[in-house]
């Protein structure tokens, strides 16, 4: 499968968490995570409704406050955000974690002079980037993905937010498992981070057809292959694809694409088929072991095309592809370090019979972008992140 380059990555910046107040605004609600004593609540503001895992977009403030229902013998109190990824080998124990966040932030300690509230509120923004091997990238979604084979591999980015609450204990015993010095106790909880994205330029008006077949417009490209003759003195069977020339997509609308055998000759629409495919790959390379050496990648269809048949002259016919999105696809493609996600056409077409049939198959790619959120037709909350970003 193709891997060219896909068009340039737009982040939306318009989706901001309001400024913290401890009461909610009417809005808002809360996400609460207790202690098993129950001592202790991590409290999240700007959630949706009975939310099990707390959501942030891009541009977010991780807002809210810890109470404490009892406060003697409280030294430090510590909020910690925390982002990775991890690349895990199955079976064999091999793995690589890439940071892409941490942040740390003292609350209150024991030296300074008011005592232990029972009260502390705080603010912190996602960073818009991360820096990998000298390397910048956007900060990728919460995603995870499974590469079978031999041996096979899990690839994982997982967010998290937690309040450590230090009380001294007489026997001071560290753990390295947890990180933690024996007296602390920890309150966490995973969120999930879904970047905004919005295509660059609107949809654009469905192309008509003329006496040749459709009428190129500037804001398609036109896409062309063939299908080979098997027999000699036979011509090729010339196909067009056309797709949006900003090659974007908003993955709630049901993506056009109108395609087009300029011969008759294969007058089957079940020959010809448009499909949606998402490629996943994860770099092995950083696993510290022998003969892990190259790239691992899988490839999912997350979209089924429909063809609908739109003209039809003596030398060419004319279809429509319509594609929907998978409802399951919350994610648009990305790049952070060790993992990579791409979505693409796959344009295909099979003879019938193709042990009798004259004409070869057709298999063209063609590299495309998804996004979270439909195209704003006053710019509003499209950004791009700092220069010097990966586009690889």
């Known amino acids: 499968m193709s891997t060219t380059s896909l068009p340039a990555y737009v982040a939306t910046s318009d989706n901001r968490a309001p400024t913290y107040s401890y009461e909610p605004a009417a809005h808002e609600q809360r996400f609460v995570k207790q202690s098993k004593s129950g001592h202790i609540s ?25 109470e404490l229902s009892r406060t003697e013998g409280i030294t430090r109190i510590e909020l910690k955000i925390e982002g990775n990824l991890k690349i895990r080998e199955i079976g064999e124990g091999g793995h690589s974690t890439v940071k892409l966040c941490l942040e740390n932030q003292v609350l209150w300690s024991k030296g300074q002079d ?21 390397k910048t990238y956007p900060l990728p979604p919460t995603h995870g993905v499974k590469l079978s084979g031999f041996p096979g591999f899990t690839a994982n980015i997982d967010y998290s937010v937690s309040v450590l609450i230090n009380k001294p204990n007489t026997r001071a015993i560290s ?19 879904r970047p905004r994205t919005r295509p660059p330029s609107a949809v654009p008006p469905p192309l008509i057809t003329n006496a040749s077949g459709f009428a190129l417009a500037p804001e398609w490209t036109l896409l062309e292959s063939v299908l080979p003759s098997r027999q000699p003195g036979l011509q090729d069977i010339a196909t067009k694809l056309y797709i949006p020339s900003n090659r974007t997509f908003y993955m709630r609308e049901t993506t056009y ?6 011969a008759k000759t294969l007058n089957s629409r079940k020959s010809t088929q448009v499909q949606l495919m998402r490629q996943s790959t994860v770099d092995v390379r950083n696993i510290e072991k022998d003969g892990l050496k190259q790239d691992m990648w899988r490839v999912d269809c997350i979209g089924e095309g429909t063809i609908k048949l739109t003209a039809d002259a003596p030398l060419w016919i004319a279809y429509n592809g319509e594609i929907k999105v998978d409802p399951e ?40 972008k998804l996004t979270t959120d439909p195209w704003n037709s006053n710019g509003a909350g499209v950004g791009r992140p700092p220069s010097g970003h990966s586009s690889e």
Do not use: H, W
Request: glycine letters at 6%; aromatic letters at 10%.
């Open 42 to 66: 991590l409290r999240l503001t700007g959630q949706e409704e009975d939310v099990t895992v707390p959501v942030y977009v891009s541009n977010s403030i991780v807002e809210g406050s810890v």
């Open 114 to 134: 008011a005592p232990s509230p029972s009260m502390l509120a705080f603010s912190f923004r996602l960073p818009e980037s991360f820096t990998f091997e000298d």
């Open 257 to 262: 694409l109108p395609l087009s055998p300029t």
């Open 329 to 368: 696809v919350a994610i648009a493609g990305f790049k952070a370090a060790g993992l990579s996600v791409k979505d693409c056409i796959l344009f295909t077409v099979t003879p019938p019979e193709p042990a009798k049939c004259p004409f070869g198959d057709l298999r063209q790619v063609a590299s495309v």
């Open 175 to 193: 753990s390295k498992a947890m990180g933690l010095i024996v007296g602390t106790t920890a309150v966490n909880t995973p969120f999930l981070y």
